[in-house]
């Protein structure tokens, strides 16, 4: 028998959501039943550039594009995985499609009581006699604070209603002597109903100089008896992960910047939780949880349009990858071989690890499937969580039918069940987090055999501040267009002061900014710069520490961030592990610091590594969002394109091999041997 499902559908816009969806996500779970919304909005497609949200266009904070990351597709395998019962207030974009599948979709044609007593008549239910009001209106900097009310609702087991609903409306849903609970109503609104004869009680009321972060720090420690966890975000992403939110007791927190909401919560996060879910408004945010041993994981509307997906089963048959993903692609006798010429490998890490992340997974496996590109693809235990169903499945489909095995290897990321600053963490959180990590992965896969074998992290060692002469100039020269940029951007602390988890504006910062944005208008726009947070700094030595809690998990190498530069170099060895260094790329100042911009930074590191007549491996990541994404795929398609087949077909000198992270690891310990 399937699983029942809830399906609520609206428009990003309807006023009415941050009401309805708490309300129904409590009735589906007192009633067994799974919850999930959808929103209609336009959608960019982009990675969401961060800062304060409210001076983004709707495109930028929406997450996918509905054609190019599947949001028909993914409600076709919910339709066909769970027993959906479908409402909507209004006509939405899947009306068209439920309605030529046969699946009814319930609205309230008269207004929100009918529509209340429609859905709770579906599971044979009374109202409930509890009411919390959610205020609609805000000044602009508070615009998106109803998002937040959803523990108010859920956790009360009441009726969610806004403060423009019609009194007799409201008169209907009430019981005799109920009291209606008042979430940031105005004043004027709360005086009408009282004399209106209507029972309220103030739950919270906007303050005097009232912020994101006052506001939804009191609702999270009023509920925080509740709190397995938190989602950390806008008011964009927080609506659209209301049943994930609810289905975990995860408190929807947010400030501009994030950083507040972090000082203010922070001790009592990693009491509840391992892992914040979220968008990062800078990279500081990933250096301030990981610093209270906490992973981020970082997500999007939706990314995936659908957050119940978790509870489909699905299984691999994997009868064509029988042998696993480690079977040799060469053998030691081929790789001694391969040394004894002097033979470079070559080989990309795909970082894709986030739970947005897997909407990277539709363009990544077919290009992955045109090229024949032989590379790792980093992964976390929600990636398989997510989407275990294509097109991740592919990975164990072969080539020749369709897939991309055997030549594409998952590499367990970072935390492993988010990312972090590795170095900042624990060891034996961040082996508790690998383990469990592992455990989760193999709960879907079902055989050791598709286990990662392999580790990336984002940072595992300390960041070392660069002295003077190493430190970034004014004028950077690149090897691809537009060849010369200005840095103009003075540096101020903030996030080049690792210690500050606060941002604090260079001196001319505001004349920069303005400048900037006129640039923004020009051609010269291209030729303009900012140094980025983590220029100035470098990764210092790998950590023993670190290394060991890999080792304990269970994992067999690493490349660290430890050691980037043109030698290739074998950073640990013992008879079970192996760290290595990276060969390839730019240290690009933000997470995750060592990537691929252009094919350029390959054809540099072959050059080096081939004049050196001796084996070696070029090796970097791609960091798939700025490439994979709906909308980012389309600007940048074709520069990836031409990294994927530079490496697929051995370089510009045809003399590199490609092959995947663990053969290189072979080949390392072996080119150590000799």
């Not at 990636?383 to 095995?405: I, K, N, W």
């Not at 303005?514 to 726009?525: H, I, N, P, V, Y």
Request: hydrophobic content about 40%; proline content about 5%; glycine content about 10%.
């Amino acid at each position: 028998m399937k699983d029942k499902l809830l399906l609520y559908l609206s428009r990003l816009d309807h006023p009415w959501n941050a009401a309805v969806a708490p309300t129904l996500a409590w009735l589906s779970k007192s009633e067994g039943c799974l919850f999930d919304n959808y929103y209609d909005s336009y959608h960019a497609g982009i990675h969401f550039p961060g800062g304060d949200s409210r001076k983004l266009d709707v495109g930028q904070k929406t997450g996918g594009m509905v054609s190019g990351e599947r949001h028909f597709q993914e409600l076709y395998f919910l339709l066909l995985k769970f027993d959906v019962s479908a409402v909507s207030c209004g006509e939405t974009m899947f009306a068209s499609c439920l309605r030529n599948l046969g699946i009814p979709v319930l609205t309230g044609a008269e207004g929100i009581a009918d529509f209340y007593r429609a859905v709770f008549g579906l599971f044979g239910r009374p109202l409930p006699g509890d009411i919390v009001m959610v205020g609609s209106r805000f000044d602009s900097a508070l615009a998106g604070l109803d998002a937040y009310a959803s523990p108010e609702i859920y956790y009360r087991r009441a009726l969610g209603v806004r403060d423009s609903i019609p009194e007799d409306e409201l008169k209907g849903l009430c019981g005799t002597g109920n009291k209606i609970f008042c979430f940031f109503v105005d004043d004027e609104a709360i005086s009408r109903f009282r004399q209106r004869g209507f029972s309220l009680e103030i739950i919270d009321h906007a303050g005097e100089n009232e912020s994101f972060a006052s506001a939804t720090g009191r609702l999270a420690s009023r509920w925080q008896d509740k709190a397995r966890g938190w989602v950390l975000g806008d008011p964009e992403l927080v609506r659209h992960w209301v049943p994930k939110a609810c289905e975990e007791d995860l408190l929807p927190v947010y400030a501009v910047p994030q950083g507040r909401i972090l000082s203010e919560l922070g001790s009592l996060m990693p009491l509840k939780t391992k892992v914040i879910y979220g968008r990062q408004d800078r990279d500081q945010d990933f250096f301030d949880l990981s610093r209270r041993n906490l992973c981020f994981q970082v997500v999007d509307p939706c990314r995936p349009p659908f957050s119940s997906v978790t509870h489909a089963a699905y299984d691999w048959a994997a009868g064509g990858a029988s042998g696993g993903f480690f079977e040799p692609e060469f053998s030691d006798d081929e790789l001694r071989v391969f040394a004894r010429e002097g033979r470079v490998l070559v080989s990309l890490m795909f970082w894709s690890g986030m739970i947005r992340e897997t909407a990277n997974l539709h363009n990544l496996m077919d290009l992955f499937a045109l090229t024949k590109l032989r590379c790792g693809l980093v992964l976390t235990a929600q990636s398989f969580e997510y989407m275990m169903h294509a097109p991740l499945e592919l990975l164990a489909v072969p080539l020749d039918r369709g897939g991309v095995y055997p030549n594409v290897e998952p590499v367990l990321g970072s935390g492993g069940i988010g990312v972090a600053v590795e170095a900042l963490l624990s060891p034996e959180r961040l082996e508790e987090n690998l383990r469990e990590a592992q455990a989760r992965i193999l709960a879907r896969v079902k055989d050791d055999k598709f286990l990662p074998r392999g580790w990336w992290p984002t940072m595992d060692a300390d960041l070392e501040r660069l002295g003077f002469p190493r430190r970034p100039k004014r004028l950077r020269l690149l090897d691809y267009p537009p060849y010369l940029q200005v840095r103009i951007q003075k540096r101020g602390r903030g996030d080049h002061d690792l210690g500050a988890g606060r941002k604090t504006e260079p001196a001319g910062a505001g004349r920069i900014q303005a400048l900037r944005k006129r640039l923004g208008k020009t051609r010269l726009a291209n030729y303009v710069d900012p140094f980025r947070p983590y220029e100035f700094y470098r990764a210092g030595a790998v950590k023993e520490s670190v290394m060991k809690a890999v080792r304990a998990a269970g994992l067999a190498y690493m490349f660290s961030k430890s050691g980037f530069g043109s030698q290739p170099t074998i950073l640990h060895a013992d008879d079970d592990f192996l760290a290595l260094n990276y060969t390839a790329g730019q240290w690009d100042g933000w997470t995750p610091f060592e990537t691929v911009n252009d094919v350029s930074d390959l054809r540099k590191s072959e050059r080096i590594l081939l004049g050196k007549r001796k084996p070696g491996w070029v090796v970097s990541t791609i960091d798939s969002c700025l490439w994979t994404f709906s909308g980012e795929m389309w600007k940048r398609g074709t520069k990836l394109y031409e990294i994927a087949r530079f490496c697929a077909g051995g370089g510009a000198s045809g003399k590199l091999i490609n092959a995947k992270p663990w053969t290189v690891a072979r080949y390392a310990r072996m080119i150590g041997q000799r």
